[in-house]
């Protein structure tokens, strides 16, 4: 998970932009990616930890796009990367501390809510992203403020998936917005 994963370098880049998709082909729309997430970075390469809720022994889809004159341009060929059998950050010391995740209503109107069942006190991350990868919402709460925030008023129909952590265990969300 921490090997790099380079791109071709493109004189005059600012920024290279990572795509990694996974796609469903048993799915009624295996050509919509059941997970994409895009990172950033000045440099030419990524390492799979730098994505989240990436699953086991799976094979995604990587892209790149350039930012050149302050604007991204079109992603290149796609090349396949697979996880490895066991990722060395799920140890079993997260087995006594419960954590799951619902978002509801879903599909959802106007807003949603997350109902987090756990047994930590600690803070609980929140980042919402669309399907393009870009961050739309990010957000620190404690498990009391949870309950009174409602997410989504301001995003525009679609799908987006939200990614939940807390103490380093990681539950990824979809919810649609009609």
Do not use: H, W
Not at 70 to 75: A, Q
């Amino acid at each position: 998970m921490s090997q790099y994963i380079y791109s071709g370098i493109v004189t005059g880049a600012t920024q290279y932009r990572f795509r990694l998709e996974l796609f469903d082909e048993m799915s009624p729309t295996p050509e919509v990616p059941v997970y994409s997430q895009s990172v950033d970075s000045p440099n030419n390469y990524v390492t799979l930890n730098q994505f989240t809720g990436l699953l086991p022994s799976t094979t995604y889809v990587i892209t790149v796009s350039v930012e050149l004159f302050g604007e991204f341009g079109p992603y290149g060929k796609d090349c396949a990367v697979t996880t490895p059998a066991f990722a060395a950050k799920t140890a079993t010391t997260f087995v006594s501390s419960s954590f799951e995740a619902t978002a509801y209503p879903n599909p959802f109107a106007n807003n949603f809510t997350l109902g987090v069942k756990t047994s930590s006190q600690s803070s609980i991350g929140i980042k919402v992203f669309d399907m393009v990868g870009r961050l739309v919402d990010q957000n620190s709460l404690n498990v009391a403020e949870l309950k009174n925030i409602s997410i989504g008023d301001k995003y525009p129909s679609g799908v987006y998936n939200v990614v939940v952590t807390q103490d380093g265990v990681v539950k990824t969300l979809r919810v649609v917005k009609r």
